[in-house]
């Protein structure tokens, strides 16, 4: 494999397109309370769960080879993901499911966890799905017509600092492990369904 290049299956796919279900943390880690959704994907990371999860990072090889009925691939995505996305929308194959962890601020308490349905965001969030900058919706809403179930657990902000300002707050640290907890009961419900 040349230096850099991403690991992918013979028909030239990324590999977490291969597994049957996709968490993304997305957000900044560098911007307060932008970096909840990697915080939980590092908490997936690092639990033992009854699946087998694959530790997935945007710029290295990822290999998600996984016994197939009960793959988790978790990918700390950062604000890299829309790349990530385009490959799902375009290629052969895709996850069946794909669940997004990231910081909205709904104004909503601080550290208060929520989903959000994709199709309900206003027209402004529908053209970017800028939570953060990162994966555009029409690309998320592409996917869901094409049998992909597609989630988004988000958490109210209390810090979304205008320089960059590493750590969470004391109100959106403690509702990572609930996070986590809800991620993985989604997926449970997720896979036991199809």
């Given at each position: 494999?040349?230096?850099?290049?991403?690991?992918?299956?013979?028909?030239?796919?990324?590999?977490?397109?291969?597994?049957?279900?996709?968490?993304?943390?997305?957000?900044?880690?560098?911007?307060?309370?932008?970096?909840?959704?990697?915080?939980?994907?590092?908490?997936?990371?690092?639990?033992?769960?009854?699946?087998?999860?694959?530790?997935?990072?945007?710029?290295?090889?990822?290999?998600?080879?996984?016994?197939?009925?009960?793959?988790?691939?978790?990918?700390?995505?950062?604000?890299?993901?829309?790349?990530?996305?385009?490959?799902?929308?375009?290629?052969?194959?895709?996850?069946?499911?794909?669940?997004?962890?990231?910081?909205?601020?709904?104004?909503?308490?601080?550290?208060?966890?929520?989903?959000?349905?994709?199709?309900?965001?206003?027209?402004?969030?529908?053209?970017?799905?800028?939570?953060?900058?990162?994966?555009?919706?029409?690309?998320?809403l592409r996917l869901k017509e094409m049998g992909v179930d597609?989630?988004?657990?988000?958490?109210?902000?209390?810090?979304?600092?205008?320089?960059?300002?590493?750590?969470?707050?004391?109100?959106?640290?403690?509702?990572?492990?609930?996070?986590?907890?809800?991620?993985?009961?989604?997926?449970?419900?997720?896979l036991k369904n199809r």
């Amino acid at each position: 494999m040349a230096d850099g290049a991403e690991s992918e299956e013979p028909d030239g796919l990324p590999e977490y397109c291969t597994a049957r279900a996709l968490v993304l943390g997305a957000g900044n880690p560098f911007m307060g309370d932008d970096g909840f959704g990697p915080a939980v994907a590092e908490r997936l990371l690092n639990e033992r769960t009854a699946y087998s999860v694959q530790r997935a990072e945007i710029h290295d090889p990822v290999r998600c080879t996984l016994p197939a009925e009960r793959s988790l691939c978790v990918i700390n995505a950062g604000t890299g993901s829309r790349g990530m996305i385009f490959n799902m929308v375009t290629g052969p194959r895709r996850p069946k499911a794909i669940i997004i962890v990231d910081a909205l601020d709904a104004g909503k308490r601080p550290g208060e966890l929520f989903w959000v349905d994709i199709e309900s965001l206003s027209l402004e969030k529908a053209e970017d799905f800028s939570l953060h900058m990162t994966p555009a919706s029409n690309m998320l809403l592409r996917l869901k017509e094409m049998g992909v179930d597609i989630r988004v657990l988000a958490c109210q902000p209390k810090n979304l600092p205008e320089v960059m300002t590493e750590g969470l707050s004391p109100e959106v640290a403690k509702a990572v492990g609930k996070a986590a907890e809800m991620v993985i009961r989604a997926v449970d419900e997720i896979l036991k369904n199809r």
